[in-house]
């Protein structure tokens, strides 16, 4: 499995950005979990938000919830992340992960993700 992911750029707070991550070589089954993380300099890489395949249900990291939203595309495979009312402290190299047999396992952790993507800067000015 490929992820690439898009749509990153340089914002001023208050904006959104709409990130994607397109799967090739694979598609998301329902046995899997996809999700967002993001890095900042200096920081461990951090959840931001995921999803369960077999359902419809998102999670999110405590700092973004109410302003981003995780949805996915399965005629396209692709997974999106939507960012409203960004702030300064939301820039970061963002990527997407996918687990496609990772369905038992926690959403939250990088160690349960084995494919990744490239990678996405998002930039927000103050």
């Known amino acids: 499995v490929q992820l690439q992911a898009s749509g990153g750029g340089l914002v001023q707070a208050g904006d959104s950005l709409r990130l994607s991550c397109a799967a090739s070589?694979?598609?998301?089954?329902?046995?899997?979990?996809m999700a967002w993380f993001r890095q900042s300099s200096g920081k461990e890489r951090e959840f931001v938000a995921g999803?369960?395949?077999?359902?419809?249900?998102?999670t999110y990291a405590d700092s973004v919830k109410g302003r981003f939203t995780i949805s996915r595309d399965n005629a396209k495979n692709t997974v999106f992340l939507q960012m409203n009312t960004l702030k300064p402290e939301d820039t970061a190299i963002y990527y997407c992960?996918?687990?496609?047999?990772?369905?038992?396992?926690?959403?939250?952790?990088?160690?349960?993700?084995?494919?990744w993507g490239q990678g996405t800067l998002v930039t927000v000015s103050s």
């Open positions: 992960a996918t687990n496609p047999r990772g369905i038992l396992s926690s959403l939250r952790l990088v160690a349960t993700y084995n494919y």
């Open positions: 070589g694979g598609t998301f089954g329902r046995s899997g979990n």
């Open positions: 999803l369960r395949l077999n359902s419809y249900t998102p």
